[in-house]
């Protein structure tokens, strides 16, 4: 199954011919745009003109069944062809207006009297028949749906690739710092009980006792168990290998890999706080780097 983005674009528009008795022509175009942005849940927003109100149920419905997260906007809207809106009028419908004028400017003689384009536009709606959009509308959502999952299909893969990319390379980060905990523990271990020792020296030269010295082991083993990142570097590879699971199994992974990231982030973090080394250090920033970048790009992900 593929990885989704949730940022996706979609727009079509279908030519529906309504014309009435003894008009020229009446025909209309339905369009629906819908786009999509990351967001936490599915939120949509409908944005309908008044002829397709009533749809708004049925597109919510299918809405709901073919995605699963996201801001989703639609809007959809009807509008006259322009070669309807420049048919030229009957006579029939230019004595109504005419009559219909008449009658407003005789209570209203301060009313501007109507213009070609509004004309055009009432004699393009006069008598127009009450039109069912409930199949046309259901069939252009259906197909801007399927575009625009297409597109948040081809962005998911793009995610996926560049996850992987980073995958690697936290790989690689993670196989240079294991051999250097053991070698840093025994290091400090070993700086410890010298230190030790020079403090605990006496003036005139003598030997620490054994009961000092036992308990400078404690210690210096105490500090080592403190520094040793080995459970860190364990736990991080454990979270590349979930990660790359979920990216190949697909479908509604974005929630799960949000959530190893930031266990990704945690890990990287100890190891840094751990650290008792320059290399180690330097290590641990660019895991968190790389760790930041996975998680702004996770945030797309369905």
Known sequence: MAVYSMTG??????????????RPGNARRLGLEIRSVNSRFLDLSLRLSDELRAQEPALRGLLTQRLKRGKVEVRAFVVADDSASLAEPTARLLQRLDAV?????????????????????LCANAGAPEQDWSGP?????????DDMVAARQREGERLAAMLHDRLEQLRALAAQAAPLVPQLVEQQRQRFMERWREAMQLA??????????????TEATAFAIRIDAAEEITRLQSHLD???RLLKKGGE?????????????????????????????????DMKVLVEQMREQVQNIE
């Open 253 to 285: 992974v974005g929630k799960r890999l949000d959530f190893l990231i930031q266990e990704l982030h945690r890990e990287a973090n100890t190891l840094g706080s751990k650290s008792a080394a320059m290399e180690l250090t330097r290590i641990s920033v």
């Open 9 to 22: 674009y979609a727009s079509l528009q279908l030519a529906e011919a309504a014309a009435g008795e003894g």
């Open 242 to 244: 979930e990660i790359e």
């Open 137 to 145: 509308v259901l069939e252009l959502a259906e197909r801007a749906l």
């Open 204 to 217: 005139e030269g003598t030997a620490v006792p054994e009961a000092a010295q036992d308990r400078a082991l």
């Open 101 to 121: 004028q008449d009658a407003v400017r005789t209570w209203l003689p301060e009313a501007a009297p109507l213009s070609v384009a509004e004309v055009l536009r």
